[in-house]
């Protein structure tokens, strides 16, 4: 069943070893889902970077019943172009078992409204262009299709 309603309660902040085990597990399970490289060594030093410098990002746990069945990673920036302080939905990840329930949702709606308190004016999120029901749920959220290409640049190893 689909609800409107936000879900701060269902995120939680990653705070613990434990937790972090946690997360560290589904980031691979997320990172097969897409195809993409999973290096568990760099992920456990990534989490540690945030943790220990919350000016980097958040990470948060989606729970239900107890259970963790998700997660959000939020990395923060700063663009003049948005007024100062801006958050990445940088990773999005729900268990497959808890898709299409409409927690998705409200995680999303969860984190816009923990935006003031985190000092974020601006929420960015990308998403694959094959993606059509996640751009959907973004659209339906109030994200705006920026209209622009991503450009990366990667310094070579």
Known sequence: METNQP???????VKTTADADVLLRMMETFCRHFDYPFDASLRQSLIRAVLENPALGSLWLV???????GY???TYGFAFEFGGKTALVDEL???EAH????????????VQQLAG????????LQTEKYNTRAR??????????QDRH???WVKPI
């Open 7 to 13: 879900a701060t309660d269902l995120i939680r902040p």
């Open 63 to 69: 729970g239900q019943d107890g259970q963790a069945v």
């Open 72 to 74: 959000v990673a939020l």
């Open 93 to 95: 990840f729900m268990e």
């Open 99 to 110: 898709r299409g329930s409409g927690l998705g949702r409200r995680v999303l709606l969860g």
């Open 117 to 124: 308190h985190l000092g974020v004016l601006t929420i960015l």
């Open 136 to 145: 959907q749920l973004y659209e339906s959220l109030g994200f705006v299709d």
């Open 150 to 152: 991503t450009l990366m």
